[in-house]
């Protein structure tokens, strides 16, 4: 399922905790697709509190607490990582993370909290989602089988790799335009894991943030940027973005194009894909401007590709919203594109 919809059945979970009707979500994918990102997002949205537990790194005595003598009787000194409405507040999410690198001694200690929401005397919060992520076996990472038990407590979702909705979040989390255009144009390369050649640094949604960073941090060293590229995505792919972006030096002047001064389209796709990802970005940053929105607009139809031209108003909407709607120039495009969009 695409990361926009897994975004949609979390935000539906967390709200249903309120009526009573939530279930366990376990998210399955491979490494480094946005899985931890995704359920971050959601309590970010509602201004809610994680608390994120990494059964990899615990014991069982960890999860079910310490044990302590109280008169004749013995009882269990409560985590205080467990979620609390006193610390942490009334609604949240309990996400436990790295589930199936967990040892079977630890997941069985979770059996209960997962299923029942409580262990021993301490009970989960009622507005609390619980959300679990881990990576299958055929990913070579750390990872058991999950026990039957334990995955007939979840309702299960496995993450794909979308680059759509991977461009709408590089937008609006300011990933450099330049990455953004390079995936446009190799689109194959925004997940590239084989875990049969066990990759050391390989192309995902995770690493390609990581080569954002490289970009920023090593822009004014020359001799350092191909290697701090291919660090984080490998060497393959590394290469291939470096020469991308030695390639924008032919770049139309995309502030000419914003002021409507310039209609200049290059001819070669990879630059069209980085006029379109520069005209996105910029048009974040002008928060609005109806001017600079009509220009980008009339801009989208001097691409020979008229494709281009939808990419681009599509990634627009993506990013501003149904305010594109009310700008004159859309139904001009929308009237001269109508074909392709009919098709």
């Known amino acids: 399922m695409r990361p926009a919809y897994i975004t949609a059945v979390i935000e539906q979970e967390f709200s249903s905790t309120q009526q009573g009707y939530h279930t366990p979500v376990m998210l399955w994918g491979p490494p480094g697709v946005g899985k931890s990102q995704i ?8 201004d809610a509190e994680i608390v994120d537990i990494r059964l990899s790194q615990m014991e069982p005595s960890d999860l079910r607490g310490i044990p302590f003598k109280n008169d004749q009787k013995v009882e269990w000194a409560i985590p205080a990582m467990l979620p609390d409405v006193a610390v942490h507040g009334e609604a949240g999410i309990l996400f436990i993370d790295e589930i199936t690198s967990a040892p079977p001694s630890v997941s069985a200690a979770a059996y209960q909290l997962i299923l029942d929401r409580r262990l021993g005397e301490y009970r989960v919060p009622d507005h609390w989602a619980i959300v679990a992520a881990g990576n299958r076996q055929g990913d070579r990472g750390v990872t058991y089988s999950m ?12 993450v794909d790799v979308n680059l759509d909705d991977w461009a709408s979040w590089a937008y609006h989390h300011n990933i450099d335009e330049r990455i953004i255009a390079f995936l446009r144009f190799r689109p194959d390369l925004l997940f590239d894991f084989n875990p049969e050649h066990n990759p050391v640094a390989f192309p995902s949604p995770r690493s390609w943030e990581f080569a954002h960073r490289a970009l920023h941090k090593f822009s004014d060293q020359p001799n350092l940027l191909p290697g701090g590229i291919e660090a984080c995505v490998g060497r393959a792919a590394g290469v291939e973005l470096f020469a991308f972006i030695q390639s924008l030096e032919n770049l139309p002047d995309i502030d000419a194009i914003l002021r409507g001064k310039s209609d200049e389209c ?27 929105l009509g220009n980008i607009l009339n801009y989208a139809n001097r691409f020979k590709q008229r494709e281009m031209g939808v990419m681009l108003v599509s990634d627009l909407h993506r990013a501003i919203g149904a305010e594109l ?10 009237e001269k594109i109508g074909d392709i969009l009919v098709y």
């Open 266 to 292: 290059p001819d070669e796709i990879d630059l069209q894909y980085a006029v379109a990802s520069a005209l996105v970005t910029r048009a974040l940053r002008a928060d609005g401007d109806a001017a600079i």
């Open 325 to 334: 709607f009310s700008v004159p120039q859309f139904s001009d495009w929308a």
């Open 147 to 158: 026990p039957s038990p334990l995955a007939n407590r979840f309702s299960h979702y496995e």
């Open 39 to 46: 359920v971050a997002q959601v309590a970010e949205n509602h």
